[in-house]
């Protein structure tokens, strides 16, 4: 019974060690956007802390690190450490960019040239919604498919591409069994269905090191490619919603804070990170400056037409603001958002569980029919 155990115990140990490395690994990759999304949502808690104390914020991350709280991590140390270099709040977090997404950098960004933080910080929580969104799209298989299925799959067709037809084609050609026109493109098939599977994969890893490296990798890549990489992140459909609600969130709180009008569109848009955004933003400022209205002027943010409806309503309501009579569209185009995500990773997932079936069964057609051709031979 004891060497039972110890021959069972050699099997199933080797495989738990590279199963128990996958699922830290696929634990590590879903949940890097909400770890981000803590890690900001702490610094705005902070804040806020500053802020209901009456203390400038920079001078209260520099006190809380000099408490030497190892709690706080390494990176907010380094961040207090370029606060009190000279650098403001904003300029000390592009320097840690682990602390913040670029676009959250950009809003306190336009807080502090307000001289208050606490305007914006309403807009701010509204972003740090999205990870939830993330997390789950990316757990929707991609992880299996990316580090399992597919590549085992491509490890089949090459076994059978290289070492298996090879053997049936000998056999066949000594014979003297004709090979069918069907069998003959099944066979031609294999390596184009190797190439898709390949790139597939490419593809999958692609999305995945974006997906670890965050937004601040992203925009470091977008830099070399600005501003065609902030146009081809506008086409989703997903991010152009979440870039609508947070430029309409902060340009509300600016219009409420009185703030005039063209300042108040230039502010919103440096928040959203976007150089398209942004070049839009400076063209409904250009339509400003001409005379137009300033539901006219946002019409350039919005295709649709239903953010200068939805301002035009906001600004014949009686008081409250703009912030109160455009939070219902917020919510909406969050919620909107969130399910165009979540559509389109299932529309991925079950693409790639088709053409995985196809794949498969066409390994199948191709062994079988090749058996059969042989099987189908006189004997003698």
């Not at 757990?139 to 290289?162: E, K, M």
């Not at 070492?163 to 004709?178: A, E, G, M, Q, T």
């Not at 002027?297 to 906001?314: I, K, P, S, V, Y």
């Not at 917020?330 to 991925?348: I, N």
Request: aromatic residues 10%; charged residues 15%.
């Amino acid at each position: 019974m004891h060497n039972f155990s110890a021959h069972l115990l050699s099997w199933i140990v080797p495989a738990l060690l590279p199963a128990s490395a996958l699922a830290a690994a696929a634990y590590y990759l879903t949940s890097r956007p909400l770890r981000r999304e803590e890690h900001a949502r702490f610094l705005l808690e902070l804040i806020e802390s500053a802020l209901a104390q009456g203390q400038p914020v920079e001078r209260y991350i520099v006190s809380l690190s000099h408490s030497r709280d190892s709690s706080l991590g390494p990176r907010f140390h380094l961040l207090a450490a370029y606060i009190e270099q000279g650098r403001s709040l904003a300029g000390a977090l592009e320097k840690v960019p682990a602390l913040a997404p670029p676009q959250l950098v950009a809003m306190l960004g336009v807080g502090e040239s307000l001289g208050d933080y606490g305007r914006v910080l309403p807009a701010c929580r509204e972003m740090l919604r999205d990870g939830l969104s993330q997390s789950r799209a990316s757990i929707n298989y991609q992880v299996a498919f990316a580090f399992i299925l597919n590549p085992v799959f491509i490890a089949v067709l090459a076994f059978i591409s290289t070492k298996v037809v090879p053997v049936f084609n000998d056999i066949r050609s000594s014979l003297r069994v004709p090979q069918s026109p069907a069998h003959a493109f099944l066979l031609h098939a294999l390596p184009w269905i190797f190439v898709l599977q390949l790139l597939l994969v490419v593809a999958l890893y692609f999305f995945a090191v974006l997906f670890l490296g965050g937004p601040r990798f992203v925009s470091w890549l977008g830099e070399a490619l600005t501003p065609a990489a902030d146009w081809i992140w506008l086409r989703a459909p997903w991010r152009r919603k979440r870039l609508q609600r947070d430029f309409s969130a902060m340009l509300a709180l600016l219009l409420d804070a009185n703030l005039p009008e063209e300042r108040a569109i230039m502010l919103a848009a440096e928040g959203t990170a976007n150089a398209v955004f942004i070049g839009m933003a400076r063209r409904a400022v250009e339509r400003l400056r001409a005379g137009a209205k300033l539901t006219d002027a946002l019409q350039l943010m919005d295709d649709t037409g239903e953010f200068r409806w939805r301002m035009e309503n906001a600004s014949r309501g009686s008081g409250g603001g703009f912030s109160p009579a455009l939070k219902g569209w917020h919510d909406w185009l969050g919620a909107r958002a969130y399910q165009q995500e979540q559509a389109a990773a299932q529309t991925v997932s079950t693409g790639m569980v088709l053409l995985n079936g196809a794949s498969a069964a066409l390994v199948a057609v191709v062994i079988f029919q090749s058996i059969a051709q042989i099987s189908r031979v006189p004997m003698g």
